[in-house]
């Protein structure tokens, strides 16, 4: 499998601190090698729409459709508590 995103996620992660940059790089690594990794605490977020979310850190998560062999990585956002 790989990760793929596109220009808005490009654009978040520019505006997003270094060590989120970071942490969204290592978590894609893990994420292309196994979704049920246990730090990315991958979930279905919307059944309907096909949408799952997992952990960048503590307080940021990534929003992703598995689509054919790719995750297509939708939106990188704080953890709205």
Do not use: C
Not at 32 to 58: C, G, T
Not at 72 to 79: A, E, G, N, T, Y
């Amino acid at each position: 499998m790989k990760a793929e995103y596109g220009e808005a996620v490009a654009k978040a992660l520019r505006a997003a601190p270094d060590s989120v940059q970071t942490a969204l790089f290592k978590q894609l690594r893990l994420l292309e090698r196994d979704l049920r990794h246990p730090s990315l605490r991958a979930k279905k977020y919307d059944e309907a729409a096909d949408i799952w979310q997992a952990r960048v850190n503590s307080n940021w998560r990534f929003y992703f459709r598995i689509v054919g062999d790719t995750y297509r990585i939708l939106k990188v956002i704080p953890h709205p508590k």
